[in-house]
C-alpha cells in the first residue's frame, strides 16, 4: 500500500472537517482533489510567467510557451505517445470527444454506416455519436453487459462488421469500475477495418495507460479526475490521423497563412488549438502528471486494487446492500456502486454526508447502463491515492447509519 498518510499531506483541501466529522473524500470519479504542487505550479505561473503562448518573443511569453509545451510533453511521456504532436490539449474528454466526432466522423461516417457503442458509456461517449448518426445517416448499434458486469464481448464482436467505420469503447466503466480490454477490441475493430477511440477519463488517472499497446486510434482524458485542474482534457490520436483531419476550430494560433477566401493550417497540434487556450491550467496539469509519475501507476493501481478488495469484503457485509459489477477486485478499478433496500441512492448520500463521507449518487451520465441495471440510481464510493483503510471503515460506519435512520422509520410507520 501507499503512504497515504505522507501522501494526505500534500492535499491542503483534505485537512478540513464536513459536519464535524474528519473529511473522507469518496467522490472520486468525478472529479480529485488537488495536491499543493499542482496549486503552486497554478499560482506561480500567474506570479512569474502569466503572457500569451506562441506568439510573442519577449521573454515572458517564451517562458509561458516553454511551460506550456512542456507539459504537453509530459503527457505524451505519460501514455506513451510516439510524441508531443500526438497529444491535442481541449477542455475536457468531453471535447476531445467531439473534436473527433466533427473533425474525423463528418469525413468518414456516411449514410447506412454504423458506429458501434456499448450500455456501460458515459454521456460523453454517446451523445456526440448520436449527434453525428443524425447528420451523416448512420446507425448507433450497442453492445450490452453479461449478468456479472462484463462488458458482452462475443455480442460486440458480432455487431462489429463491414459496415463499421468507428468502435467507441470506454477502458474502464465510471459505475461498474469494470476495466475491458481495449487491446482485444481493437484488433475486432481493425479485423473489420474500423477505429477504435477510448474514453479513458477513468483508466488514465488509475491503471498504467500505453497507448502503443491499447492499439488504439483515439483516446480521450480529463485533468480533472487525475489531480489536476478543471477545464483541460486531452486527445491523443495517432500522427497520420489527425494531419488527414480538419480543424474542429477556427480562429488564431491555428493558422499558417490567411489569405482573403482560404487559410491554411499549422503544424499538429497547433491546428486543433485554436485561440487561446487553457495556459495556466495545462501548465499546472503538467505538475499532475509529475506528481503521479513519481508515485508509479503500477503503484497506484495496486493501491486503488488493495483498497478496492477490502472496500468490496466490507460492503457485503452491511444488510441489505447491493455492489454492482464485477466480483473481482482485479477485474475492475476503483469505483464501487451499490445500492440499498432501506433508501434512495440520494437519501444514502445525504446520510453519508452526515457523517463527513463524500460519496455520488445518481445515474452517473450513464442512463443506458442504469437501465440495463434495472435501477434509477446508484450510490457509488470511488478511491484515488490518498484513501486508505480508514476511509473504507468511515463509509461502512455511515451506511450502518443509513440503514438505523430507515429501519428505525419503517418500525415507527408499522406501529403507526
Not at 489527425?242 to 491554411?264: N, Q, W, Y
Not at 446508484?378 to 429501519?407: K, P
Request: with cysteine; proline share 5%.
Amino acid at each position: 500500500m501507499l503512504d497515504v498518510r505522507r501522501i494526505r499531506q500534500d492535499f491542503p483541501i483534505l485537512r478540513q472537517q464536513v459536519n464535524g466529522r474528519p473529511l473522507v473524500y469518496l467522490d472520486n470519479a468525478a472529479t480529485t482533489q488537488k495536491p499543493r504542487q499542482v496549486i503552486e505550479a497554478l499560482v506561480r505561473y500567474y506570479e512569474t510567467s502569466n503572457a500569451n503562448i506562441h506568439r510573442g518573443i519577449h521573454t515572458l511569453a517564451t517562458r509561458a510557451t516553454e511551460q506550456y509545451e512542456d507539459a504537453r510533453r509530459k503527457v505524451a511521456r505519460f501514455i506513451g505517445a510516439r510524441g508531443p504532436e500526438e497529444v491535442v490539449f481541449t477542455r475536457n474528454a468531453t471535447e476531445a470527444i467531439n473534436l473527433v466526432a466533427r473533425a474525423w466522423g463528418d469525413e468518414h461516417v456516411g449514410e447506412g454506416d454504423e458506429i458501434v457503442l456499448t450500455l456501460m458509456e458515459h454521456h460523453s461517449n454517446i451523445v456526440p455519436w448520436q449527434l453525428l448518426a443524425r447528420r451523416k445517416g448512420a446507425t448507433l448499434r450497442y453492445a450490452g453487459i453479461t449478468g456479472d458486469g462484463n462488458l458482452d464481448l462475443d455480442e460486440l464482436r458480432r455487431l462489429i462488421g463491414p459496415r463499421t467505420k468507428l468502435v467507441a469503447v470506454t477502458h474502464m466503466s465510471n459505475v461498474l469500475g469494470t476495466i475491458n480490454p481495449v487491446a482485444d477490441i481493437a484488433e475486432m475493430a481493425h479485423a473489420a477495418g474500423a477505429l477504435l477511440l477510448v474514453d479513458g477519463a477513468q483508466s488514465v488517472p488509475h491503471l498504467p495507460v500505453d497507448v502503443q499497446e491499447l492499439g488504439a486510434d483515439f483516446l480521450a482524458f480529463s485533468a480533472h479526475k487525475m489531480l489536476g485542474p478543471t477545464g483541460v482534457g486531452v486527445l491523443w490520436a495517432r500522427a497520420e490521423l489527425l494531419e488527414a483531419m480538419p480543424p474542429f476550430l477556427g480562429g488564431g494560433d491555428m493558422i499558417a497563412v490567411v489569405r482573403p477566401e482560404s487559410s491554411t493550417w499549422a503544424e499538429l497540434p497547433h491546428k486543433f488549438e485554436a485561440g487561446t487556450p487553457n495556459i495556466a491550467d495545462v501548465i499546472a496539469f503538467g505538475a499532475a502528471v509529475d506528481y503521479l509519475a513519481d508515485i508509479g501507476m503500477a503503484n497506484v493501481r495496486r493501491h486503488e486494487e488493495e483498497l478496492t478488495e477490502l472496500a468490496l469484503e466490507r460492503l457485503r457485509r452491511v444488510p441489505g446492500l447491493r455492489v454492482f459489477g464485477p466480483a473481482a477486485a482485479s477485474e475492475r478499478g476503483g469505483v464501487v456502486s451499490f445500492s440499498m433496500e432501506a433508501a434512495h441512492p440520494h437519501d444514502v448520500a445525504t446520510i453519508a454526508d452526515g457523517y463527513g463521507v463524500a460519496i455520488r449518487a445518481g445515474h452517473h451520465c450513464a442512463q443506458l447502463l442504469m437501465r440495463a441495471l434495472g435501477v434509477p440510481a446508484t450510490s457509488r464510493a470511488s478511491f484515488s491515492i490518498y484513501n486508505g483503510a480508514d476511509d473504507i471503515e468511515a463509509l461502512v460506519e455511515a451506511l450502518e447509519g443509513v440503514n438505523r435512520v430507515f429501519g428505525e422509520g419503517r418500525e415507527r410507520a408499522a406501529v403507526r
